[in-house]
């Protein structure tokens, strides 16, 4: 009787997967700037990125392309948030060092790690995920491992917002179609 009780328990606990209402959370930035999702998501479509570690070869590679692809977040009106749980001075340093426009937020306990289930086993570490969040806190694309290293899927996921609607948004330059002018008018 005691085991389907624990598995019920270890589902319930999932990553959360794309449909899902992701977890809410309220949270501080290396320089004490608040956040709090279910706000966030009003404005624009949230780009939740985890990563294990400050100042490591993969977390510096996938931090770099997501502030060198900052301007293409931007025009569909999404936000990032990078976690991670090493503590505020050293992501403050990690941040200033990658010149990023963007949070990154301090989780030292894992309580948003243990709440998007992406902790690693044994250890305090995040794994590397994805989680890009639209209105109500719907996840809209979830990425992991090597393929949340380069932000094009979380971009290319993020709606635009238009009034009440949203569409998703266009593939990045260089994966668009050929463009084609439209004819002169007289």
Do not use: H
């Amino acid at each position: 009787m005691l085991i389907p009780l624990l598995v019920v328990g270890l589902v319930s606990a999932a990553i959360p997967q794309v449909g899902d209402t992701a977890p809410d959370f309220t949270v501080k930035d290396t320089v004490g700037t608040s956040y709090t999702l279910s706000e966030m998501v009003k404005t624009g479509p949230v780009i939740v990125a985890f990563f294990p570690k400050a100042f490591t070869g993969g977390c510096t590679k996938e931090l770099t392309a997501y502030r060198d692809r900052y301007k293409d977040i931007e025009k569909v009106q999404g936000q990032v948030l990078a976690f991670s749980t090493d503590d505020a001075e050293t992501l403050a340093r990690f941040k200033a060092e990658l010149k990023a426009p963007f949070a990154f937020i301090p989780d030292p306990d894992g309580k948003v790690v243990a709440a998007y289930d992406v902790k690693m086993p044994v250890v305090t570490v995040s794994k590397r995920y994805t989680f890009v969040v639209g209105e109500d806190r719907k996840v809209l694309k979830v990425d992991e491992g090597k393929d949340a290293i380069d932000p094009t899927g979380a971009i290319v996921a993020c709606p635009l917002r238009k009034g009440a609607a949203s569409k998703p948004a266009q593939a990045p330059a260089g994966n668009t179609p050929p463009f084609k002018p439209a004819p002169p008018t007289k």
